[in-house]
């Protein structure tokens, strides 16, 4: 059974700082893995995925993805205070349907 | 665009109550999901249906069930709501396998009283 972990569980940095989350799974024949963005009262949102080893860059974001190791990271240039929300990082199971979610990393940006 | 309609918002119920919450998606989408979400333990799959009709249980499953009688509506029931009980239920959706991303409802408030 696919488990996720990430860490830390809370991350506090300055407007225009990077911002970097970190996430283990335990399969690595684990299908694509995603990011989502939750803020208070909304369902979450995702943000970026990744299935291949190595990185993967949309904006302001970076994916970075090693099956050996079974990490993936994500990383925010140039944070803003409106990136403050929960981040997590969902893995679906080797069955493909079923999705795993971490505890998620609450990020505040401080302007 | 589509969207994912979960009623109600708020549900207060009393202990031993049975409790149903639904959940309807326009996206036409064949997968969807229910997950708990409690503060400081992320999101827990109770069930999910890869089609009309078909259930699959989560991780989180006892103490609940579901029904997929549409394509396009999941709902599902606390058999015995749990005093002090407060948790968010959220409902989800995949155009096919959980590879692909993942919609998600806005969500259903419980608090057992």
């Known amino acids: 059974q696919e488990k996720v972990q990430q860490s830390p569980e809370s991350l506090i940095v300055p407007e225009g700082a990077m911002s970097s989350l970190n996430c283990t799974f335990s399969?690595?024949?684990?299908?694509s893995i995603w990011w989502y963005q939750q803020h208070p009262g909304k369902g979450p949102e995702a943000l970026i995925?990744?299935?291949?080893?190595g990185n993967k860059k949309e904006g302001r974001l970076t994916v970075y993805l090693n099956r050996a190791s079974l990490h993936v990271s994500l990383h925010i240039r140039d944070s803003q205070p409106s990136d403050s929300a929960v981040y997590l990082c969902?893995?679906?199971?080797?069955?493909?349907?079923?999705?795993?979610f971490g505890k998620g990393t609450h990020l505040h940006v401080l302007p | 665009g589509g969207i994912i309609t979960q009623t109600p918002k708020f549900l207060i119920g009393q202990e031993g109550q049975k409790l149903t919450l639904k959940c309807q998606q326009n996206?036409?989408?064949?997968?969807m999901y229910w997950y708990r979400q409690d503060s400081g333990k992320g999101l827990r799959l109770i069930y999910y249906?890869?089609?009309?009709?078909?259930?699959q249980k989560g991780d989180l499953s006892e103490g609940y069930d579901a029904s997929r009688e549409k394509k396009s509506s999941f709902s599902l029931t606390v058999t015995s709501a749990q005093k002090n009980e407060m948790a968010v239920f959220l409902c989800?959706?995949?155009?096919?396998?959980?590879?692909?991303?993942?919609?998600f409802g806005k969500g259903t408030r419980l608090t057992v009283v």
């Open positions: 989800a959706s995949s155009i096919n396998r959980g590879n692909t991303e993942v919609f």
């Open positions: 399969n690595s024949a684990s299908q």
């Open positions: 995925s990744i299935f291949s080893n």
């Open positions: 969902a893995v679906s199971d080797t069955n493909a349907y079923k999705v795993i």
């Open positions: 996206f036409n989408h064949d997968t």
């Open positions: 249906s890869i089609t009309e009709n078909d259930l």
